[in-house]
């Protein structure tokens, strides 16, 4: 009975196509990263990741060829982090990734450009060739936001950004504006 709730709970918190992380899990992930590095006073990244016209491929492929990039573009984008970075998909070509511990924006583009570097190199799928680029949007706890959803919201402006802009890119969401209360 415990190992069929246990697979029943990584059913729930998985993406079938790609075995990573689902929304579920990402939000309970960032979650947890937020409450540890609060405690420990660090900062956490979140990538936003989307695949730039990516639907061409499934147009002009179909969607099974589609499918294999997508389970490819995971393991490219997990031969860029850390082990301990957690990485999911929370749309059709929509990924996050949440760099624990990240010690600066500067850090977080690292991995970004990295990300990209991997995603760039042509794909070898059913005797095509594919290739697929990115835009990645980076925004920072406490930088962006206390909440799991402002952080989310803020990487996924940026990325937009990038998008609209030049495709392909890394975008670095801006730190909100701290509001303070004078005391008179």
Same mark, same amino acid.
């Given at each position: ?7 029943? @709970? ?27 590095? @609060? ?146």
């Amino acid at each position: 009975r415990k190992a069929l709730e246990n697979q029943l @709970k990584d059913l729930a918190h998985s993406d079938a196509l790609t075995g990573i992380g689902n929304r579920a899990l990402f939000f309970q992930k960032l979650e947890d990263a937020i409450t540890l590095a @609060k405690r420990r006073k660090e900062r956490v990244a979140v990538l936003f990741i989307d695949l730039d016209d990516f639907k061409i491929v499934n147009d002009q492929y179909g969607h099974e060829v589609g499918d294999i990039v997508l389970c490819e573009v995971v393991q490219r984008i997990k031969m860029a982090v850390r082990e301990a970075d957690v990485l999911a998909r929370i749309g059709g070509d929509e990924f996050v990734l949440i760099l624990h511990d990240c010690e600066s924006s500067a850090h977080a583009r690292q991995v970004a450009e990295k990300v990209l570097f991997n995603l760039e190199r042509p794909l070898q799928v059913a005797g095509l060739t594919v290739t697929v680029g990115g835009s990645i949007g980076i925004s920072m706890y406490p930088d962006n936001g206390e909440k799991t959803a402002d952080i989310l919201k803020s990487a996924d402006r940026a990325m937009y950004e990038v998008k609209q802009k030049e495709k392909n890119g890394v975008g670095l969401a801006p730190p909100r504006s701290r509001l303070r209360k004078q005391v008179h």
